[in-house]
């Protein structure tokens, strides 16, 4: 059950204790102000459709609390702390005043807010964000248009404007005449599929990274040891005194073969296969035990059972490779706990391979939005048109350019921007033609604006969480990937509004400079 709130009030309305003084300028104050909280409500109450039982939490708390988890990187606990003891914290998170009495609710409620935040709808509430801060910017130019429009009226002649609005009056019949054969050319029968979409405008800069997960480097022999004492675990709950003598499993045997290979400093190849093959056996017995259990009648719950599935899973895979001397095996498994990551090849020079989901995100006129993700591996260029789609949906015109990577830049992507007028940065595919004069320039201001995308995920992954993903889930996990982009853009935001603070400042000569922490 959802129960509709008052929204955000003003800091004036705000209750404060006495000798308490919350200023206007504060961050999280200026935050509370951007978002808009009753759009996003209703989509938040949509979720709710039972009317009957306990109220739940606003939507202003709970998406409050992930953006301030995901700005300083709390835990769920701390996360409830700090917004008890701070008096901004509580403002932006809806409360009608100041109340550290107890804490605003169980830190474990963290886990349902991140479930029903989900990247679909934090996509919804970052394209509210952004579109309410695009319109206040245009607002904003519209009035230093009109008082610049005013000063040159005034300056114009009397005489001026008399030869002019009689010039017009000529020019008034042939222009009419010309709109007449400009409607025909655009008309949308006359055989062009692109007659209603407008000229192509902007630059969008796209590129994919992976969010690496908090686990720990996966090695054959380890996930083995992992394996085997949670299948050791799923004995121990099926069994009961009353069934006899508890299954042989050899447990202080194996954990000991696995501290001696893990102890030794060298392993050369010989003595890692050894390990593995002790380990599989070890698992091999375990799981048939199990199953021995199960016969009996035996029941594990959901949660057991898909970690028995986890395990199975893990044996075959590990047993396939073993058999056959490979290290490669499809949807490879590397964690016990997080069945759903994969490792993605990256070709880094410092992380080879990463373990998390894969993302693609573009880079508009500094908004960022992301595209796509994914847990498993994929090629990145086949997202190109997709995204090219949904620019044009959004903006009502496809772009001027697309900056991306080299990877993007196969057959099908370069003939797909080639008729629709795109221009897709990058060489040309094959050997360079012998009198081919490329356009160097273009090719440098290109490359340093597509630096625009890695500054996004370097502040991503250093200040927005998306670095190390702590979260266990995959619903959760996906909702810190999102969580992050739309931190970035309020970030983005905030910054704004302190250099035009700045700005201000020094045209009032009032000198200083505010900093502004990113």
């Known amino acids: 059950m959802y129960r509709y709130s008052n929204g955000q009030i003003s800091l004036a309305d705000f209750k404060q204790p006495m000798g308490m003084n919350l200023k206007e300028d504060n961050r999280w104050v200026k935050k509370a102000q951007i978002i808009p909280w009753n759009e996003i409500e209703k989509k938040y109450a949509a979720l709710f459709t039972n009317r009957k039982g306990n109220v739940a939490k606003s939507v202003h708390l709970a998406l409050g609390a992930c953006i301030i988890q995901a700005e300083y990187g709390y835990s769920d606990e701390e ?24 804490l605003p609710f169980d830190p474990s409620l963290m886990v349902y807010f991140r479930k029903r935040l989900t990247p679909e709808i934090l996509g919804s509430v970052n394209e509210m964000i952004i579109a309410k801060a695009t319109k206040s910017d245009e607002k904003d130019g519209e009035n230093e248009k009109a008082a610049e ?17 009689n010039d017009n009056d000529n020019d008034n019949d042939n222009d009419s005449d010309n709109d007449k054969s400009d409607d025909s050319d655009d008309d949308p029968d006359n055989g062009s599929g692109t007659a209603n979409i407008p000229e192509n405008s902007g630059t969008m800069i796209i590129d994919a990274t992976c969010a690496p997960s908090n686990i720990r480097y996966p090695q054959d022999v380890s996930l083995l040891d992992d394996a085997r004492e949670e299948a ?17 499993t050899y447990r202080k045997l194996a954990h000991k073969d696995y501290l001696k290979y893990a102890r030794c400093r060298k392993h050369n190849a010989k003595m890692t296969r050894k390990a593995i093959g002790k380990q599989l056996s070890y698992l091999r017995r375990d799981l048939d035990a199990i199953d021995k259990k199960l016969d009996l009648g035996k029941a594990l719950n959901s949660r057991q059972a898909e970690r028995l599935k986890t395990i199975r ?25 997080q069945p759903f990551i994969r490792p993605i090849v990256r070709g880094k020079a410092a992380k080879p391979v990463e373990f998390g989901a894969k993302l693609d995100i573009s880079v508009v006129d500094g908004w960022t939005r992301l595209e796509y993700f994914s847990f498993d591996a994929y090629n990145e260029a086949m997202n190109l048109k997709e995204i090219t789609k949904r620019f044009l949906k959004r903006e009502g015109h496809y772009p001027s350019r697309i900056l991306a990577d080299k990877i993007y830049r196969n057959r099908e992507n370069l003939r797909y921007c080639k008729e629709r007028g795109i221009r897709l940065s990058g060489p ?91």
């Open 149 to 165: 429009k005013a000063e040159e009226s005034e300056s114009v002649d009397d005489d001026d404007s008399n030869n002019s609005d």
């Open 232 to 248: 050791e675990k799923l004995i121990d709950e099926l069994h009961s005194p009353e069934d006899g003598r508890k299954p042989r």
């Open 428 to 518: 040309a595919l094959g050997r360079p033609k012998k009198d081919e004069i490329r356009d160097k320039a273009q090719d440098y201001r290109d490359e340093c604006e597509r630096v625009e995308v890695e500054r996004r995920f370097s502040l991503a992954k250093r200040k927005c969480g998306m670095g190390l993903v702590t979260a266990k889930l995959r619903e959760t996990a996906a909702h810190v990937i999102a969580m992050s982009v739309l931190v970035l853009n309020l970030r983005k935001i905030h910054r704004a509004f302190w250099q035009l603070l700045n700005f201000l400042l020094e045209l009032l000569g009032l000198g200083g400079e505010l900093g502004v922490v990113q």
């Open 79 to 102: 996360t409830a702390l700090q917004i008890q003891e701070n008096p901004y914290l509580q403002y932006f998170c809806g409360y009608p005043g100041y109340d550290d009495k107890k």
């Open 313 to 337: 899973t893990i044996y075959d895979q590990q047993k396939y490779m073993y058999d056959r001397h490979t290290h490669t095996v499809p949807d490879r498994i590397v964690s016990v706990s």
